[in-house]
């Protein structure tokens, strides 16, 4: 866990929600500047920040609508920092909780360095990584899809179907599998479902596999010769890890992919492990092997590099 601790001479904390911020200002005495409720307009952003505009770091917390925050600090050369949703646990620690309550938390943890740090994702990947994502739910419910219509054959006793859904032939013979006419058209819509996934998905990879020989085409070479390592698992790490060179390290690499576990003791005696439910998105599903490997791969030379030049 990494927390922000700059000195600034003023620190505003948003209660970001898609809709309204909730916007507090103090000082580095802690003394409440402003504290007000606006729209979520850039124009009434500005309005606020503009007096302290190189003096002052904004901070929110990491929920769906940070991007055009994040954007809106860059363009005004205001200090700008995203803070992670399940660390942030000191916000909903008191006995009343309301977005006024929320703003004012947290800017007294960016002022106080409590303040859990989470990446700030570049922007010109951003929307590839989220069409990525979305990408992987959509095959996620093609396969639940696939075993509703083996569970519906178990369900009737039915003999096994022997098929591959993938297959556009196989997923014509389900269409006059069940003898209920009522089940068989459950199943029909899955297929219609199923045909639409397949039509999509594949110009949808093609797609996403472009904009990384874009984005990182090198990484992307690099990752597909490590065994186990395929194209799409190899455009999961890309978008999902960013900027490989924010790690100083292998074991940090190691660390944030969850790879390795983090003891929890007291007076001596462990109690187990913790940070399980943090798991980062790309860890959750793969090998820990190839993962490493990528980051032996491509972290080691950048030190060996950086030690170098140092020296």
């Given amino acids: 866990m990494n927390f922000y601790n700059n000195m600034h001479p003023y620190y505003c904390g948003i209660d970001l ?20 409720k606006i ?8 309005k606020l920040l503009k007096p302290y505009i190189g003096d002052i770091v904004v901070g929110v917390e990491c929920m769906h609508c940070w991007y055009w925050v994040a954007d809106f600090c860059k363009e005004n050369t205001i200090d700008f920092i995203l803070g992670h949703a399940l660390y942030m646990k000191a916000i909903h620690g008191g006995k009343a909780k309301n977005d ?16 859990p740090l989470a990446y700030v994702y570049d922007k010109d990947m951003r929307a590839t990584r989220d069409l990525l994502r979305r990408r992987t739910k959509i095959v996620r419910h093609g396969a639940d899809l696939k075993a509703h219509v083996a569970n519906t054959a178990s369900q009737y006793n039915l003999p096994a179907h022997n098929v591959n859904l993938k297959n556009v032939c196989d997923r014509e013979k389900m269409r006059y599998y069940f003898p209920d006419p009522v089940v068989q058209r459950s199943i029909n819509l899955n297929m219609a479902i199923l045909d639409c996934y397949h039509n999509e998905l594949k110009p949808l990879e093609h797609y996403i596999e472009q ?21 799409i698992l190899a455009l999961t ?17 190691a660390s944030y992919s969850r790879l390795v576990k983090c003891k929890a003791e ?7 492990t ?24 491509i972290i080691t030379p950048i030190n060996t590099l950086k030690n170098y030049k140092s020296e």
């Avoid at 790490?237 to 690499?253: L, P, T």
């Avoid at 913790?274 to 791969?297: D, E, T």
């Fill in 17 to 36: 929600h898609a809709r309204l911020l909730y916007v507090c200002i103090i000082d580095n005495t802690g003394l409440i500047l402003v504290h007000k």
């Fill in 39 to 46: 729209k979520d307009e850039p124009e009434a952003l500005l």
């Fill in 100 to 115: 006024k309550i929320d703003s004012y938390k947290i800017a007294k943890l960016i002022r106080g360095g409590n303040f």
């Fill in 211 to 231: 904009m990384a020989k874009q984005h990182n085409p090198v990484h992307l070479n690099i990752l597909q010769t490590i065994n186990g390592i395929g194209r």
């Fill in 237 to 253: 790490i890309i978008y999902e890890i960013g900027d490989i060179n924010r790690f100083s390290s292998v074991q940090k690499f």
């Fill in 266 to 272: 007291s007076a001596g005696k462990t109690y187990g």
């Fill in 274 to 297: 913790q940070a399980i439910k943090l798991a980062m998105h790309i860890s959750n599903g793969l090998f820990p092997k190839p993962l490493h490997c990528y980051c032996v791969i």
